[in-house]
């Protein structure tokens, strides 16, 4: 085995550690342990000049092994990956150690214990580089097909953004025809365009794309395979076809939340939700009076949050569906510029028209629309009959309660998450506290989930406007394309590991796995690494110590313990 040569370089981080820990006393303490031939401190070990004098270190001094103390590795662990491999270095035998989060932002007011604490780490870092291996990825081949499940407008622009890519698509619907929420749709915002013409139009495109296969009154039934190279079972009156994908878009939507008969007086006549009364219209001869079913309407009320932003409790719709609030807004924009004989009241709780949509409330302003806003707490009470009345105490005038009669009552309601649970099982796909599929992050990765290949966007991971998910649709496609056109597919080598010497097949590990990644083949287990996602569940579970997960070895583990222990007894 080669000599340990390691190069430890520690970070200021432009005083983010520097101002609480002594990041000098750190380099004199660690530089004469075993194995370290270099020990320096930078501003900012990120900067690109930081990695060029660690580049031409370890090139001058032929080292082996690389301990970073700076900030997470969530945050640039693929920074220094990258320098290291353009050091002639393999990736793998470089170790972040994080003295940001765990040491100068976590001990603000106790400098001398956070240094000591930064000490301890970094020998802790120095004990793993010690023992690290060096790994190279797994490559998987990729195949150039994606399933898109769910034909709503994002499931649809998914779809035509692929083609384009030169990917096959398997268009994957479980109702009889496509456009989800809009395809019954009159003018939709911004561009008011009708939503039936819309999809009609995004149809068109599909129906002539002979790289478009669609699948109706269809689900996803069976998965299998890895990333690159998924083998999937769809299901059709009883039947089933093998389709094979590299990639999974999910695009299954969301469902109008509807109130119980009586609630908010939904069931009376006269009170309707906003999404039956948009469906209306798109029917409603524009050259006739407003009616609804029989009744003419001269004084139309909306009520706001509807089935949202409700009290914390049991499936309690605690988020709020942001889009709602607009819809309403361009609803009565619409009835005014085309009923400008019909009074509207909107009773609120707060406006959320974010961003450009705000000119839909300054618009409806303009029309006439007045306003009364509400609390949570004393909600307004809708009295139906022949008669219809809604109650509400008005915030903006001394908190009376005023009496408005109406024609029609459209309740405001958002959008409720709707998920097949054979999806689910399937997919194992995240779901957040909303009930919404979850992606990585917001922000930097915003369509990707922990499921690697698999995708989501539209309504299927929370409340979105058309326009939004016609972008995520496509952003969403992007990612695939960048996924499959690559050709293949590399996968971190960090996986699970058996030693074969070791195992004497119980079977344990097989049972914990969550992935599937672990099997029986004869008297000893068999890891499938391109399954593996590298987590451990298996390790603890076995009684012999016969698995262990590349770069986290038994050896190195305990090595890493002994080390800390041994700092804290130092402290």
Not at 32 to 38: L, R
Not at 72 to 82: D, G, I, V
Not at 133 to 161: D, H, N, Q, Y
Not at 172 to 195: A, H, N, S, W, Y
Request: one cysteine or more.
């Amino acid at each position: 085995m080669k000599e340990p040569r390691l190069g430890v370089f520690i970070c200021h981080c432009g005083g983010n550690i520097s101002d609480v820990v002594d990041v000098e006393k750190v380099r004199q303490a660690v530089e004469g342990a075993p194995g370290v031939k270099v020990a320096q401190t930078h501003m900012f070990t990120c900067s690109e000049a930081a990695q060029q004098e660690m580049i031409r270190l370890i090139r001058e001094h032929d080292l082996n092994g690389l301990v970073i103390a700076s900030c997470s590795p969530r945050l640039h662990q693929e920074t220094f990956r990258q320098m290291a491999r353009r050091a002639g270095l393999n990736p793998y035998r470089y170790v972040q150690v994080n003295i940001r989060e765990q040491c100068s932002w976590a001990h603000p007011h106790h400098p001398g214990e956070a240094t000591r604490k930064a000490v301890a780490l970094v020998k802790g870092g120095i004990a793993r580089a010690l023992r690290a291996r060096s790994l190279e990825p797994i490559v998987i081949k990729t195949r150039p097909e994606a399933m898109v499940i769910g034909a709503g407008i994002a499931g649809l622009e998914a779809a035509l953004g692929l083609s384009r890519m030169g990917i096959k698509v398997h268009l994957v619907e479980k109702e009889d025809r496509p456009g989800g929420l809009l395809r019954d749709r009159g003018p939709i915002f911004p561009t008011d365009q009708k939503g039936r013409e819309l999809v009609e139009h995004l149809w068109r495109e599909i129906h002539r794309d002979a790289n478009i296969r669609t699948y109706f009154r269809s689900h996803l039934c069976g998965k299998e395979g890895v990333v690159g190279d998924f083998r999937l079972k769809i299901c059709r009156d009883g039947e089933e076809k093998e389709i094979r994908a590299g990639a999974i878009v999910v695009a299954t939507g969301a469902r109008p939340h509807t109130p119980q008969p009586g609630e908010w007086g939904y069931g009376s006549e006269g009170v309707c939700t906003l999404y039956e009364f948009l469906l209306h219209l798109a029917e409603h001869p524009e050259e006739k009076p407003l009616f609804y079913r029989g009744r003419r309407v001269r004084r139309l009320v909306y009520v706001y949050c509807v089935g949202s932003r409700e009290p914390a409790g049991e499936k309690a719709r605690t988020y709020c569906s942001r889009y709602c609030c607009t819809a309403a807004l361009y609803t009565a924009c619409l009835v005014h510029s085309r009923w400008p004989e019909v009074t509207q009241v909107h009773l609120y709780r707060d406006i959320r028209s974010y961003g450009k949509y705000e000119k839909y409330y300054r618009r409806a302003l303009g029309y006439g629309s007045v306003f009364v806003r509400y609390s949570p707490q004393s909600p307004p009470e809708i009295h139906p009959g022949g008669r219809l009345r809604v109650r509400v105490r008005d915030l903006l005038t001394a908190k009376q309660e005023i009496e408005l009669e109406a024609d029609l009552v459209c309740l405001v309601t958002g959008l409720e998450p709707v998920h097949s649970p054979e999806l689910l099982e399937h997919l194992k796909l995240p779901v957040g506290k909303e009930g919404f599929f979850q992606e990585v992050h917001p922000k930097l990765r915003p369509v990707e989930t922990m499921a690697d290949g698999v995708f989501i966007c539209g309504c299927a991971q929370g409340p979105r406007t058309a326009e939004e998910s016609a972008a995520s649709g496509l952003a969403a496609a992007a990612k695939v394309g960048a996924l499959l056109l690559a050709g293949e597919v590399k996968r971190e080598p960090l996986v699970a590991e058996v030693i074969e010497e070791r195992c004497d097949g119980c079977g344990e590990c097989v049972a914990a796995c969550p992935y599937g990644a672990l099997e029986l083949s004869g008297d000893r287990v068999r890891v499938r690494e391109s399954l593996c996602k590298g987590e451990g569940a298996c390790v603890p579970v076995c009684p012999q110590e016969a698995l262990q997960v590349r770069g986290y070895e038994h050896e190195t583990i305990k090595a890493l313990i002994d080390s800390l222990a041994e700092g804290l007894a130092d402290a």
